[in-house]
Antibody, heavy 115, light 107 residues
Framework: EVQLQESGPGLVKPSQSLSLTCSVT????????WGWIRKFPGNKMEWMGY???????SYNPSLKSRISITRDTSKNQFFLQLNSVTTEDTATYYC?????????WGQGVMVTVSS | DIVLTQSPATLSVTPGESVSLSCRAS??????IHWYQQKSNESPRLLIK???QSISGIPSRFSGSGSGTDFTLSINRVESEDFSVYYC?????????FGSGTKLEIK
């Protein structure tokens, strides 16, 4: 069974970088696409970006200058880095397996940006 | 970006009723729409892909329809476990976008 698990700090200071890890079991990240979605307080959902089976990436233009998604295929993990965070980046962050739709999701990690 | 407008924002129903949730796209997207259910403190669950295609393990009371700009998620005889938030998502073009959600609540 495909399982995803996010990990990372729950509190980040403004202007710093947010870094999260998604550990995948039951499926290789060298197949399919893998990425990040976040849900803001108030329920708005935003697709952030994904990394493909080959390592190519695609990002939401709203984040393009701040976001990086990378991977470690030896550990079957992929990563999110979001730079220069503000309080508006406070959200629950999910990793997911992508096709045209997201069929497997992590349980989510709540990240608060606050000093 | 393609904007998805879901209506209503909240739908109050009695268990056993049948309901329809709407998702309207700002431009034609063929059948590139997918539906998710999210219960409190859980991650979203895929219900329907490509407007009307069923997903293994999802109860048959959930169905989808539509093409172009107007899409519907139907729940036949709502059960207590169905009270949650429902989202649509389009994959017609990047960036992928989501609707704002419809909350299904108990009347």
């Amino acid at each position: 069974e495909v399982q995803l698990q996010e990990s990372g700090p729950g509190l980040v200071k403004p202007s710093q970088s947010l870094s999260l890890t998604c550990s995948v079991t039951g499926y290789s990240i060298t197949s399919n696409y893998w990425g990040w979605i976040r849900k803001f307080p108030g329920n708005k959902m935003e697709w952030m970006g994904y990394i493909s089976y080959s390592g190519s990436t695609s990002y939401n233009p709203s984040l393009k200058s701040r976001i990086s998604i990378t991977r470690d295929t030896s550990k079957n993990q992929f990563f999110l880095q979001l730079n220069s965070v503000t309080t508006e980046d406070t959200a629950t962050y999910y990793c997911a397996r992508f096709g045209s739709y997201m069929d497997y999701w992590g349980q989510g990690v709540m990240v608060t940006v606050s000093s | 970006d393609i904007v998805l407008t879901q209506s209503p924002a909240t739908l109050s129903v009695t268990p056993g009723e049948s309901v329809s949730l709407s998702c309207r796209a700002s431009q034609g997207i063929s059948t590139s729409i997918h539906w998710y259910q999210q219960k409190s403190n859980e991650s979203p669950r895929l219900l329907i892909k490509f407007a009307s295609q069923s997903i293994s393990g999802i109860p048959s009371r959930f169905s989808g329809s539509g093409s172009g700009t107007d899409f519907t998620l139907s729940i036949n005889r709502v059960e207590s476990e169905d009270f949650s938030v429902y989202y649509c998502q389009q994959s017609y073009s990047l960036p992928l976008t989501f609707g704002s959600g419809t909350k299904l609540e108990i009347k």
